[in-house]
């Protein structure tokens, strides 16, 4: 069983989207998956219940936060029927997040490419090091970049990316674009392969030009998903061999 783990402790950096989209992209693979959300928000434990409650199927496993000391022994119990847990950390050093990181095998740090986002980010590395040092064990973490302008990439982003290099910090080579597509999976508790369908039904009557370009988006929103988990994949079964 992997444990990939999503941490930020600034809001609206893209963790749980980008946790989402890991799942769902698993689950179509065939891979086995629980999101335990500990974000006290809950945003994927309420998308999960709202699509229980309208009879709509969830392709993987979300549950709920525990309490900080059976954090543990609940991601353990889940090794003989799931193969991916993904948990959506909560932004504030808490104990669950300690607790959460001692058993991951990657960190992956979402930030959105601006300088502000990029020292937030280097908190959540620090907290990753601390843990591991605590634990006596490495954990590995990974720079994803959330939220970018998918024509191209930004002067801040550029900037940031130089200084990751600098300081020795992977990143994922996949940047996660922002895209309409993905303010609907919340926005109207659908899931990323949903859309094509639901897209063709909304357009219906309208011109085959307009259909084809909404389309596009979202074709090119789930290419992107795709490519993302491909890589997230890559680098944890990298980082697992000895």
């Known amino acids: ?65 525990p309490q900080a000391e059976e954090t543990v022994e609940l991601i353990d119990s889940l090794a003989d029927s799931t193969d991916y847990v993904i948990i959506d950390l909560e932004g504030s050093k808490d104990q669950i997040v300690t607790f959460a990181l001692s058993r991951t095998d990657l960190c992956i740090i979402p930030l959105d490419g601006s300088p502000m986002e ?19 064990t490495p954990i590995d973490y990974i720079l994803l970049f ?53 897209v063709t039904a909304e357009h219906k009557g309208k011109t085959a030009s307009v259909t084809g370009k909404a389309l596009k988006q979202v074709a090119s929103a789930i290419e992107n998903a795709r490519d993302y988990a491909q890589a997230v994949i890559h680098t944890l079964t990298k980082a697992r061999r000895p």
Do not use: C, H
């Open 1 to 65: 069983m992997y444990v990939i783990t999503f941490a930020n402790p600034k809001g609206g950096s893209g963790k749980t989207t980008s946790a989402m989209l890991l799942a769902e992209q698993i689950a179509l693979s065939g891979g086995r998956v629980a999101i335990l959300d500990l974000d006290p928000n809950a945003n994927i434990l309420a998308w999960s219940e709202t699509r229980k409650a309208g009879g709509q199927a969830v392709p993987f496993a979300v549950l709920a936060r």
């Open 118 to 136: 990029a020292r937030q980010a280097a908190t959540a590395v620090r907290l990753v090091q601390t843990t591991a040092n605590m634990i006596r």
């Open 146 to 198: 959330t939220r970018t302008n998918a024509a191209f990439q930004t002067t801040d982003e550029r900037d940031v990316r130089q200084e990751m290099d600098i300081n020795a910090i992977p990143t994922l080579p996949v940047r996660i674009a922002k895209r309409a597509p993905y303010t609907r999976i919340f926005r109207d508790g659908v899931l990323l392969a949903e859309l094509p369908d639901l």
